[in-house]
């Protein structure tokens, strides 16, 4: 789950993470009200759940609150295109309005999870304000890290190490050490799986300040943070993903024409992989589960088919924990509730297989048999091609 920036700089806060006064604004009037509450000059920054939004023209410096209601007035509602949100953008629904710092330096830091090495990382840079992948990719160097033992927790020696990475200077070290500190009690306490700051400046005025605030939560720890689910902003989030979680289904929507529909995730990767080694591309990521009945088809068959850009289903089973047989008929019944436009190839692997196939052969839906997943893929990338497996 992620959350806008204004929400995750109230978080840092109550862990005593130093950020700029600002409030959050839903309408122009609301913008204006917190420009005169703060006074001076103040940063007008879209709120949407992407990455680059001072390069789309979602953040812009206002001298006053008649400067705050024009810029608002623009940001507010418009269609933002960032590198992160694709060419069709996101619209713009709530802004943030900041106070001007003056920055001096822009700095990194961030937590992810390092699955190679089963810890997590803190990184440091000092080539904050630049897109960190970017940095990684021409100066790996800038990049400083410290891995963190889930035993032992973030170390003091690591946190001084990182604040002198950062090249911060006299007292500055001890507030970076102090910042760094509390960004680890935040991430841990609040189950994140993403956490980043970029930039952390450094001020005119020597002050270390978080001027971003960029967290992921791990969905499946919610249930023990009812405090973070009013922070969901369901609007930001794909349609159909939400559709999917309301049926415990585990869907992610990609980019291609070949629409997935497996029961486990490691066979859904596996099944992804083949559908591109024949050349096609997968439209999504569909784990409906252990339990293929007839209701979680159903809606998985929906949930698919509300992406236009399929033209063609897998439905890749394996009967283990529910026979083959019993899927079969889920899928069929499934079927003959959702009105299903494109072709749909289906391979059954695993108990009672054999006896699933021929009941979908023998079914009046138009359904494409497949043997192996080999052949699965191949029939449906030639599917939405239009031509013969």
Not at 13 to 27: C, H, L, S
Not at 158 to 183: P, S, T
Not at 284 to 297: C, H, M, Q
Request: a negative charge; charged letters at 25%; one cysteine or more.
């Amino acid at each position: 789950m992620k959350i806008h920036e204004y929400q995750g700089k109230a978080i840092f806060a109550d862990f005593g993470v130093p950020v700029p006064e600002g409030y959050p604004a839903f309408t122009v009037d609301e913008a204006v009200a917190a420009a005169e509450k703060i006074g001076g000059k103040v940063i007008v920054k879209a709120q949407i759940h992407a990455g680059g939004r001072g390069k789309g023209g979602g953040v812009k410096l206002a001298d006053g609150p008649d400067d705050v209601r024009r810029l608002a007035g623009e940001i507010l509602g418009m269609r933002l295109v960032t590198h992160q949100t694709g060419p069709e953008g996101q619209e713009v629904q709530r802004l943030l309005i900041e106070k001007a710092s003056n920055i001096a330096r822009e700095l990194y830091a961030g937590i992810v999870l390092d699955r190679a090495r089963a810890c997590y990382a803190m990184m440091v840079s000092t080539e904050g304000g630049v897109e960190i992948e970017k940095v990684a990719a021409e100066t790996p160097e800038k990049i400083v890290k410290e891995w963190i033992d889930p035993a032992l927790g973030l170390q003091p020696y690591q946190l001084r190490n990182l604040a002198y990475a950062l090249e911060l200077k006299g007292k500055q070290v001890k507030e970076g050490v102090k910042i760094l500190k509390a960004l680890w009690q935040a991430f841990e306490a609040n189950d994140c799986s993403l956490m980043e700051i970029n930039p952390l400046v450094v001020t005119e005025e020597g002050e270390v300040l978080a001027l971003d605030a960029k967290l992921n939560f791990d969905d499946n720890a919610l249930f023990r943070q009812p405090d973070l689910a009013g922070l969901r902003d369901m609007s930001e989030e794909d349609p159909n993903e939400v559709e999917a979680s309301k049926y415990s289904l585990n869907y992610i929507k990609l980019d291609g024409t070949v629409g997935c529909m497996v029961n486990g995730a490691g066979l859904a990767m596996a099944t992804m992989d083949i559908i591109k080694y024949h050349g096609g591309e997968p439209a999504n990521f569909l784990d409906v589960g252990g339990v293929a009945n007839a209701e979680t088809v159903a809606n998985g068959f929906r949930i698919l088919l509300g992406d236009p850009n399929v033209k063609a289903v897998l439905v890749n089973i394996f009967g283990g924990i529910v026979r083959g047989d019993r899927i079969a008929g889920g899928i069929i019944e499934a079927l003959g509730q959702v009105k299903v436009k494109v072709p749909v190839v289906v391979r059954m692997e695993g108990t009672n297989a054999e006896q699933a196939r021929k009941m979908l052969a023998d079914s009046s839906l138009d359904f494409i048999v497949a043997t192996t997943l080999d052949d699965a893929a191949r029939k449906a990338v030639a599917a939405v091609k239009g031509g013969p497996a």
